[in-house]
Every structure is written in C-alpha cells, then in structure tokens.
T-cell receptor, first 118, second 113 residues
C-alpha cells in the first residue's frame, strides 16, 4: 500500500538558517508525484513544490528545494534562509500513480510542525 | 481572482442534525476533493469527483454524502450517521492534467455538540 512517513513531529530552526524536513514514501508504482504543502495557523493548505518520479533534477521554487533520492524513497524539503513567516505545519503528500488507472488522489503524511526562532 | 471558497468558516450544530458545507471553485478544474483533518493529524480523503455527476468514496466516506451537479460546486453533507463529525474540513480542486497539484480552500471548522 502507498504510504507517506514524516518522522519529525516538530522542529526548531533559527531565523536565516536552512532546515530540512524529512519525508519518506512507499509505493510500487513507477509513476508518482510528490508534493509539499504548508499549513499556517489559519488552516489553509498552501502548495509549495512538486517532484515527479521521472524528473531528473531536484525541484526548486524560490527558497524551497526538494531533495529527491529515488532509490532511498525519500523526498525531503529544504527551506533556505528561514523566515519567521515559515513557522507552520508542513505536509508531504504523494499522488497515486496512473499505473492501473487514472486518479489524482493525494496521500498525506502526518506533518512536521516547524518553529522559526528569532 | 481565481480560487476556492468554502463557507462558512466556523459552523456549530447540535448532534443529530445534518449539515452541508459549501465548496465553490472558479479555477475551471475538473476534479474536486473533500478532506477531513483532526487535531495534530494529516488529511484524510472523504470523497472526490473527477467529473460532473460522478464521485467516488475516499478512505472515510461513512456518514458523509456529496453531490456534483455543477463543475464549480462540490457540497459535502455531514449526516447524523457520522459518529465524530467535529473536525476541520478542507475542500480542494485540481486539473486532470499534470502535475496535478491540488489547490485548497480556507476550510470549515465544524463543531457538533
């Protein structure tokens, strides 16, 4: 069964430093997508970054980058130069592959609560 | 501005009452989703729809019902059969063409007493 695991319930980081949030996944489908979302205290889920299973390069979006290690089935989020506004819950998610049928359903991990300290 | 709206933001109901949560999108997305989030937990899929007049159960559909009569709208009804309805409910939509990221509404916090 497809599964997303986030082993860090909470993390602290100093402002302006980089931080890595861990995510491992399990799937037998060769085609899949990995997503990271940010959920501030307001509750809305904000899409941050996407990595496709066939993408050769790690995805980057501004201060966010995804460290994709396919053989290890990990998709860690790296936030560079942390800001106070980065304090939020972060969720890793995986889209079920199209192998065997088309669906865009996402499976979410349990999240990591990041606190950025001044 | 394109986006997803959910109303109301906070909803209070008495046990035994059905309640309908609204979700509207103007992103021209074919697919729409309903998730439930409990405190300190990830999101769990309740129902999803990839086309008008068609929808599928997610992982926790019991006690919920949906309809998809229009592309823009995907209301969720929390019925009295749902044993623990108090939760945060998030609606999302996505294109049916890659990369399939889902865009979320602001959520509705439902409290049933």
């Amino acid at each position: 069964a497809q599964k997303i695991t986030q082993t860090q319930p909470g993390m602290f980081v100093q402002e302006k430093e980089a931080v890595t949030l861990d995510c491992t996944y399990d799937t037998s489908d060769p085609s899949y997508g990995l997503f990271w979302y940010k959920q501030p205290s307001s509750g809305e889920m904000i899409f941050l970054i996407y990595q496709g299973s066939y993408d050769q390069q790690n995805a980057t979006e501004g201060r966010y980058s995804l460290n994709f290690q396919k053989a290890r089935k990990s998709a860690n989020l790296v936030i560079s130069a942390s800001q106070l506004g980065d304090s939020a819950m972060y969720f890793c998610a995986m889209r079920e592959g199209r192998y065997g049928g088309a669906t865009n359903k996402l499976i979410f991990g349990t999240g990591t609560l990041l606190a950025v300290q001044p | 501005d394109g986006g997803i709206t959910q109303s109301p933001k906070y909803l209070f109901r008495k046990e035994g009452q059905n309640v309908t949560l609204s979700c509207e999108q103007n992103l021209n997305h074919d697919a729409m989703y309903w998730y439930r989030q409990d405190p300190g937990q990830g999101l769990r899929l309740i129902y999803y729809s990839q086309i008008v007049n068609d929808f599928q159960k997610g992982d926790i559909a019991e006690g919920y019902s949906v309809s998809r009569e229009k592309k823009e709208s995907f209301p969720l009804t929390v019925t009295s059969a749902q044993k623990n309805p108090t939760a945060f409910y998030l609606c999302a939509s996505s294109s049916m063409w890659g990369p399939y990221e889902q865009y979320f509404g602001p959520g509705t916090r439902l409290t049933v007493t």
